[in-house]
T-cell receptor, first 113, second 117 residues
Framework: DSGVTQTPKHLITATGQRVTLRCSPR?????VYWYQQSLDQGLQFLIQ???????AKGNILERFSAQQFPDLHSELNLSSLELGDSALYFC????????????FGSGTRLTVV | AQKITQTQPGMFVQEKEAVTLDCTYD???????LFWYKQPSSGEMIFLIY??????QNATEGRYSLNFQKARKSANLVISASQLGDSAMYFC??????????????FGQGTELSVKP
């Protein structure tokens, strides 16, 4: 157990639907990062939150949004889902804004049918 | 632009032998960090080793060592005495910046390592 908890582990949903992925960072970590891993794009950075505020943004689609709550857990919302959104979504956490070590969760595998 | 290149899509190694996985990077920053992660078939991302751009000595963690050649912008992972459990996908990643860019990691495409008994 890495200490970063992601739920659910698997998610199957239909095109056009909306889903929420949840991440609880390792105790004491203030930064949460979201990554998408797909066969064609590889591992892509989506967004980073630090202590509740957005810190950095990658190529995150407008249909996707995220937030970090006061208890530091984070949620990634994916809406108007398309087949191409099927991927493994990872959450990672680190203590500070710049990390010398990142701890990854086990991921949420999203399948859009 | 920041970029990580792993030129070996797949590699085979005999059990108990050493193997080197290649990684080159491109950055204009003076301060950066380099990471290697292992992803077994189960999917989780396991941190292996870290090298800072100002670290003078190559990083080592057990059977893993990082061959850091700054002038060549390479950060190769060396696994000594390979074990069957080392069979996995290996990713090289880079973190740039001093905070004004956040802490995101840029990943390479990965190298799939297969260890033969």
């Amino acid at each position: 157990d890495s200490g970063v908890t992601q739920t659910p582990k698997h998610l199957i949903t239909a095109t056009g639907q909306r889903v929420t992925l949840r991440c609880s960072p390792r105790s004491g970590d203030l930064s949460v990062y979201w990554y998408q891993q797909s066969l064609d794009q590889g591992l892509q950075f989506l967004i980073q939150y630090y202590n509740g505020e957005e810190r950095a943004k990658g190529n995150i689609l407008e249909r996707f949004s995220a937030q970090q709550f006061p208890d530091l857990h984070s949620e990634l919302n994916l809406s108007s889902l398309e087949l191409g959104d099927s991927a493994l979504y990872f959450c990672a956490s680190s203590v500070g804004q710049i990390a010398y070590g990142y701890t990854f969760g086990s991921g949420t595998r999203l399948t859009v049918v | 632009a920041q970029k990580i290149t792993q030129t070996q899509p797949g590699m085979f190694v005999q059990e108990k032998e050493a193997v080197t996985l290649d990684c080159t990077y491109d950055t204009s920053d003076q301060s950066y960090g380099l990471f290697w992660y292992k992803q077994p078939s189960s999917g989780e991302m396991i941190f292996l080793i870290y090298q800072g751009s100002y670290d003078e000595q190559n990083a080592t963690e057990g059977r893993y060592s990082l061959n850091f050649q700054k002038a060549r912008k390479s950060a190769n992972l060396v696994i000594s005495a390979s074990q069957l459990g080392d069979s996995a996908m290996y990713f090289c990643a880079m973190r740039e910046g001093r905070g004004n860019q956040g802490g995101k990691l840029i990943f390479g495409q990965g190298t799939e390592l297969s260890v033969k008994p």
